[in-house]
């Protein structure tokens, strides 16, 4: 479970994750029931009222293979997009699904989504899910009897620490987003300096003339005025 969303597996026609989203209306930006409640507790209400139920969403997918465990990949300020991990016993392996692919709000009765529906990532169900090379965090490694695998943030909001254990261990970094917050390989340091110390230069010459220029032209207006009849 994370943020609004829970996923569990279970073997029906083929290995089936379902995934469901719980909001408090079916209405877009409407609280629903608790739209003019400053806070409310299920724990604390009059004893003939029940709790307002959520609004749940759900898409089911099938899969190649079972699943074993779950987990959540976690960032620092939860901004990056995340990845659902998951054990695969059969091929002694670590799948990271995306968030978006899993995404409940999938398109069923259309192909083509709506500008905003582009914009959030959205797009047609499909049934079948196939898993992509590039989701296997262990890569070509093979880990065998997983029991847990956990998820932690780093300084970097593109970054967490993958660490699973049990028969084999295994740790790895995962960037679901990629590293948008981290410089390439190709960055050229020396390169920023040398613009900054130019444009630094640039400002302490170009400076003095800008209030020389200012002075004349109060200097000239003053003098119009002056001989004005």
């Not at 709790?51 to 997918?61: K, M, T």
């Not at 016993?89 to 999938?106: F, H, M, N, Q, T």
């Not at 192909?111 to 914009?119: C, F, K, L, Q, Y």
């Amino acid at each position: 479970m994370s943020e609004n969303w829970f996923v569990y597996s279970f073997f029906g026609d083929g290995d089936q994750p379902v995934i469901s989203e719980l909001y408090e209306s079916s209405i877009p930006n409407d609280r629903g029931p608790l739209d003019y409640a400053a806070d409310f507790s299920s724990l604390n209400g009059a004893s003939d009222a029940s709790p307002p139920l959520p609004h749940v969403i759900s898409q089911a997918i099938i899969i190649p293979e079972p699943i074993s465990h779950m987990a959540v990949t976690q960032t620092r300020q939860g901004i990056t997009t995340r990845q659902l991990l998951c054990t695969l016993p059969e091929s002694s392996s670590i799948v990271g699904i995306p968030r978006p692919v899993l995404d409940p709000r999938r398109l069923v009765d259309r192909v083509d989504p709506t500008a905003s529906e582009a914009e959030e990532g959205l797009f047609r169900y499909a049934p079948l899910l196939e898993f992509d090379g590039k989701w296997f965090i262990t890569h070509a490694r093979d880990v065998s009897d997983i029991k847990t695998v956990l998820s932690e943030p780093t300084l970097l909001e593109s970054t967490n620490l993958i660490f699973a254990f049990g028969g084999d261990i295994f740790g790895t970094r995962a960037t679901p987003s990629q590293a948008c917050d981290a410089l390439g390989k190709s960055f050229s340091r020396l390169q920023l300096v040398l613009t900054v110390v130019a444009l630094a230069i640039g400002v302490a010459f170009l400076a003095p003339m800008s209030i020389q220029f200012k002075i004349k032209t109060l200097l000239v207006a003053a003098y119009r005025s002056n001989d004005a009849p």
